[in-house]
């Protein structure tokens, strides 16, 4: 089943939405204006919005340190996460999370995980509540080609199949884990094949290519809010830029410039996905509409981040428990909650 | 024979006799019962006391394959999404497994998302320090985690307490540590039937009055505590016990207000010295207390080595009543 008319616009929003949002990241992070680290999802954009589509808003979702692209999949608002980049109390965390623990809540993310391979786990629970409740919501977990080597990966594809559990675990295989390769790292490297030890369906996309992405995620869903249980996709993607923004490696390069540039130049998702839109014969005018659409939303969200105020260090305590304990903040710290 | 259900409807609001593991089964049966949410998870669930539960409530109660790190972590996910899973881990030894999830997950999530997620989460351990079960199944690991903000920790010492401390557990918002000692598990007292008699997170029990020392007991050191005291008795020597209960705070308030009755404080636990409940109360007491102690504090634990496999290196390996008697002497 193909992705109706609307729905490609909004995939085709989406992935631009990711690229000129960690784009504009970037700059602010160059500027000091972003503290921490950075982990740009340049380059995987399709494997990421291809698979969000195939879900509804209320479907969980969980993502990992390289968390910026996967909300933004999943349809949330770009000024909250700036602002959370920045650190400021208008933040989605309240800038409490920061780049690599981005979540929102209201549109079905339940965390981000910077421990690799933390929130399979959690992602395998989520599916498990949906079962045990009885509703037909759906669960996507997605993860990296490091995190297959986890023993969270193992434990939770097995338990995940023995219940018949409503989750895809989508594995984003840029091919590096920071600089280590699949061929250095996994004694087998088709990532897809391990799902035939857990007796679930293990399939190969080509991560560049939405429509494909999109179309496996779609029957996975279906398979799952079925009953039938999770699917394993392996969709085979490519970073643009360095494991983290501004991160130097030293020594051998892990990987040829020769390679990056040719991922560049004929694999770019989205140039690849508004060449496809333009041969069905969608307007080239309703696409610079969009591109002129998100340079406003990221300028937008720059602006409203730049603005938030910093968290109050008199907020030091919130959050930290839906019911503290009695005295609890005097009883540890010293400290009187105000 | 009577059912737990039977025994209730005859006698509300008063106290029904039974062992710390009854109680901990009746707890649970009771939570479940009020809230369709609450479900069990574990290995062998049947086995360690769960089978009462499995014929009651099969399909809330899972049993797992063995992958402590990954079903906690389902726990979290299952919590975060809508139930308030209880996770047995039965053995403590075992919770380093699931100590990522515990730690990077269950603890942080709620404050990493600026409280958009929480995580009604109670993990079960239990303390087996006896019986020559040996250094890789015998742990008190709970002073690890009393370094992890945002988790609650509770010890309870009696079966009236487990029942009461484990329901507000299974009612918090939060995640919640539960560590029983198994040495307390035949042991039996009065339990309140009434299913609403809760016990707040976060106070300490007076479990004997006296005025010449303060004794403060963690988890099964209370069973060689409270003979010291019978033994001190004898001797003309008045100790009051406290039981902190919880863990994680710790009820330093109540700690001072017994020391500035007695002005001498020692501590008892089974846990390794370095960094233990002892250490903390210690510190703690010395900061905010220090003109109340007319002697210096003692703390009693399990020395710095493996717990051992032979009975005769065992035998004596926690604080023993002689030690406790002696280590009382010693202050007055």
């Known amino acids: 089943m193909q992705l109706n008319g609307d729905q490609k616009l909004e995939a085709y929003r989406r992935m631009l939405r990711i690229r000129r949002f960690e784009e504009e990241g970037a700059r602010q992070f160059k500027a000091g204006k972003i503290p921490g680290t950075f982990h740009l999802s340049v380059g995987q954009e399709a494997a990421i919005v291809g698979a969000c589509l195939a879900l509804r808003r209320d479907d969980a979702m969980t993502g990992t340190h390289r968390s910026h692209g996967h909300p933004i999949g999943k349809g949330a608002r770009l000024d909250a996460l700036m602002a959370e980049l920045m650190g400021k109390e208008g933040g989605i965390c309240k800038g409490r999370g920061g780049s690599m623990h981005l979540a929102d809540r209201s549109v079905g993310i339940i965390s981000e995980s910077a421990i690799v391979g933390g929130g399979i786990p959690l992602a395998t629970g989520c599916a498990f509540s949906a079962k045990v409740r009885g509703v037909d919501q759906v669960t996507l977990c997605f993860f990296g080609d490091g995190a297959v080597n986890q023993g969270t990966f193992h434990e939770s594809l097995n338990m995940a199949s023995l219940w018949k559990l409503p989750v895809i675990y989508l594995c984003e295989n840029n091919g590096y884990a920071i600089s280590t390769s699949i061929a250095q790292s996994h004694g087998q490297p088709d990532i897809a094949l391990r799902a035939a030890g857990y007796g679930m369906p293990g399939v190969t996309v080509d991560g560049q290519d939405l429509s494909a992405v999109y179309e496996a995620a779609r029957q996975a869903v279906a398979r799952a809010r079925a009953g039938n249980g999770p699917t394993l996709i392996v969709a085979d993607t490519y970073r643009f830029y360095e494991h983290a923004f501004s991160l130097a490696i030293r020594g051998k390069p892990y990987r040829s410039a020769e390679e990056v540039e040719r991922y560049k130049r004929e694999r770019d998702p989205i140039v690849l996905f508004r060449s496809e839109l333009l041969k069905q014969g969608i307007g080239d005018n309703i696409l610079t509409a969009i591109e002129e659409d998100v340079i406003d939303a990221v300028k937008r969200a720059v602006k409203f981040a730049l603005s938030s105020p910093t968290p109050c260090p008199d907020t030091l305590l919130d959050y930290m428990f839906s019911s503290p304990p009695p005295d609890y903040y005097s009883a540890v710290n010293g400290l009187e909650r105000n | ?332």
């Open chain 2, 1 to 332: 024979m009577q059912t737990d259900a039977q025994k209730l409807a005859v006698a509300p609001s008063t106290y029904v006799r039974m062992s710390y593991l009854e109680a901990i089964i009746q707890a649970q049966i009771e939570e479940m019962e009020l809230d369709e949410r609450v479900i069990l998870m574990g290995e062998d669930a049947a086995v360690y006391g769960g089978d009462k539960l499995l014929e009651r409530f099969g399909n809330r109660v899972w049993s797992t394959p063995i992958s402590e790190g990954s079903f906690t972590g389902v726990a979290v996910g299952a919590a975060i999404n809508g139930l308030r899973p209880i996770v047995d881990l039965t053995i403590a030894s075992f919770v380093y497994l699931a100590s990522d999830q515990i730690i990077n997950q269950a603890s942080k999530l709620r404050y990493m998302t600026g409280g958009q997620i929480a995580v009604p989460l109670v993990v079960r351990a239990c303390m087996y320090s006896m019986k020559s079960v040996a250094a890789q199944h015998a742990d008190r690991p709970y002073p690890f985690f009393m370094n992890v903000p945002g988790l609650k920790i509770i010890s309870p010492t009696s079966p009236a307490d487990i029942k009461g401390l484990l329901k507000s557990a299974i009612r918090d918002g939060d995640p919640v540590l539960v560590f029983e000692d198994t040495r307390l598990w035949p042991l039996k007292g009065d339990v309140p039937t009434n299913p609403e008699r809760i016990i707040p997170i976060g106070k300490a029990d007076m479990k004997c009055e006296g005025k010449d020392v303060t004794l403060i007991a963690i988890a099964g050191a209370i069973r060689p505590t409270m003979q010291a005291v019978d033994a001190l008795a004898k001797q003309g020597i008045s100790v009051e016990v406290i039981d902190p209960r919880t863990l994680k705070p710790l009820d330093h308030e109540a700690f001072k207000k017994s020391v500035a009755k007695t002005g001498r404080l020692v501590i008892v636990e089974d846990a390794h010295p370095v960094c233990n409940v002892g250490s903390e109360i210690a510190a703690v007491m010395v900061e905010e207390a220090f003109d109340l102690l007319k002697r210096p504090i003692l703390r009693l634990s399990a020395p710095d080595i493996h717990v051992p496999f032979s009975p005769s290196l065992e035998n004596d390996f926690y604080p023993t009543t002689e030690r406790i008697v002696a280590a009382v002497r010693r202050l007055l």
